[in-house]
């Protein structure tokens, strides 16, 4: 079974190009999917391999959700998402792909070999208690998971990515940890002793789809539903930094587990709510944003004397200090600050326009990783890897822009120019039409040129104080 991975990733990839004009019935699945509003019959599959990539399949659709957001928005007369900050949920993503499409489904090797070891039962993967078995499962694995990745300081320090944005909308859902799902796998293991691997890859995915959704301010509440369903208003609360809103609201797609272990925390109507973290990074580095919290706890390290201190300091909550409680006192949570300020460094519009068109450049780039896995799985290495070195180089860049580091535009400048070295030494990197082909070479030449002639952009004061 073991064996099946390789080729349910082949099969998924395949299947991820999907035309959103194609066929109306994978236009209303995808639809579907992600509310989970997926039956047991078209969702059950006997082989691994069978099992479709639902999130790589909805990933063309997003830009649609993402407009339609900003459109329910801007009617409401609510706050619309800020270029700089969607700019920097759109590099998360590609950080989130990129570890599966270049070391593959590891997570599912570990829980095929546990399941065909220790399993305690064999459940018939076409029946409908199997999968609704391993709806609930897999929900609380995630509950587990979600509240583990908050009490536990050294788990923390990945999941904290996802709680950087001080705004909330559907660009927060795509702000992840690059390394999410190598770590998540372990509260999902216990699944292995009852829940074939087929049916778990199926739940595991529609379970990650369903949080998408609920990233938005553009839905009110549910009313009596948030003791049942999770729901955007139940997730504002979470990802509030208001001291009523820190450690609640765990769930996924069930809002009972909040319920029964005591972490369900309804939204205030009388208090707004301010989003991020307590410690706000301030940056749009999307580098930053993965180790910063690793490198203030390794920093701490050196400074406790008791091993029983360093020790906490990783098992313990992100809120813990010698002679405080596990998860320490919800009174030295700072208080939201009196102006109230977003970090909102700027760059001009024609700039956020450059940085979005080389963004989806960076997804084209990873569409082709994907292709040359298919198309040449036994040597494609230097290619997969110099595809996926630009990319990072990519999304590097982006934030550093954003950030208006003096070093920014010489390395554009570079990146630009990889471009053709590639293209020349990694033949398929780039492969597309002729016409594909003489738009990026127009593209990236000018933004070589443009760099070129704008190496002190960064250093006057007059962007730096924008």
């Avoid at 702000?175 to 293991?189: D, E, G, H, Q």
């Avoid at 896995?373 to 494609?380: D, E, G, H, N, Q």
């Avoid at 000018?446 to 070129?452: D, H, M, T, Y």
């Amino acid at each position: 079974m073991a064996g099946e991975v390789n080729a349910g990733l082949a099969s998924a990839l395949n299947e991820s190009v999907v035309n959103p004009v194609e066929r109306l019935d994978e236009v209303t699945q995808v639809a579907r999917s992600l509310f989970y509003l997926i039956t047991p019959n078209e969702s059950s599959f006997e082989h691994l391999s069978e099992v479709p990539n639902y999130r790589l399949k909805a990933l063309p659709y997003a830009p649609f959700l993402l407009l339609c957001e900003v459109i329910l928005l801007w009617i409401q007369g609510k706050r619309l998402p800020r270029w700089n900050d969607s700019l920097t949920s759109l590099c998360s993503t590609l950080l989130i792909y990129l570890p599966v499409i270049v070391l593959g489904q590891m997570e599912m090797n570990l829980y095929i070999w546990l399941y065909e070891n220790v399993r305690v039962v064999d459940l018939p993967w076409n029946a409908w208690y199997t999968w609704v078995l391993g709806i609930l499962t897999v929900d609380l694995g995630s509950y587990l998971w979600h509240r583990a990745a908050h009490e536990v300081n050294l788990i923390w320090a990945f999941h904290q990515v996802h709680h950087t944005p001080e705004d909330f909308n559907l660009f927060v859902g795509l702000r992840l940890p690059s390394l999410n799902r190598y770590i998540a796998i372990f509260f999902y293991l216990p699944c292995a002793f009852l829940i074939p691997p087929s049916i778990f890859a199926t739940h595991f995915q529609l379970n990650y789809m369903f949080q998408f959704w609920i990233h938005t301010d553009a839905i009110p509440t549910l009313g009596i539903m948030d003791y049942v369903i999770n729901n955007p208003s139940l997730h504002r609360v979470h990802h509030g930094r208001n001291r009523y809103c820190i450690d609640t609201n765990y769930a996924a797609v069930f809002s009972f587990w909040d319920w029964l272990f005591g972490t369900l925390q309804r939204e205030k109507k009388d208090e707004t709510l301010y989003y991020g973290l307590v410690h706000p990074i301030n940056s749009w580095d999307s580098f930053y944003m993965q180790i910063h919290h690793l490198k203030y706890m390794f920093g701490r390290l050196f400074e406790l004397n008791k091993w029983s201190d360093r020790i906490s300091l990783f098992v313990k909550g992100p809120g813990w200090q010698p002679g405080t409680p596990r998860l320490g006192y919800y009174e030295d949570i700072p208080e939201i600050p009196k102006d109230k300020s977003r970090y909102d460094k700027k760059v001009p519009m024609i700039g956020n326009i450059y940085l979005l068109v080389h963004a989806i450049i960076g997804f084209y780039v990873f569409q082709k990783i994907k292709i040359t896995k298919l198309m040449f799985p036994a040597s494609s290495s230097n290619i997969v890897y110099g595809q996926a070195l630009f990319i990072l180089w990519t999304i590097g860049n982006i934030g550093w822009i954003l950030e208006h580091k003096s070093y920014a535009p010489l390395l554009e400048a570079g990146r630009c120019a990889a471009y053709f070295l590639l293209e020349i030494i990694l033949y398929d990197v780039f492969a597309v039409s002729a016409t594909g082909l003489l738009v990026l070479r127009i593209t990236f030449g000018l933004s070589f040129l443009f760099w070129i002639f704008n190496q002190n952009m960064f250093k006057t004061d007059k962007l730096k104080q924008k």
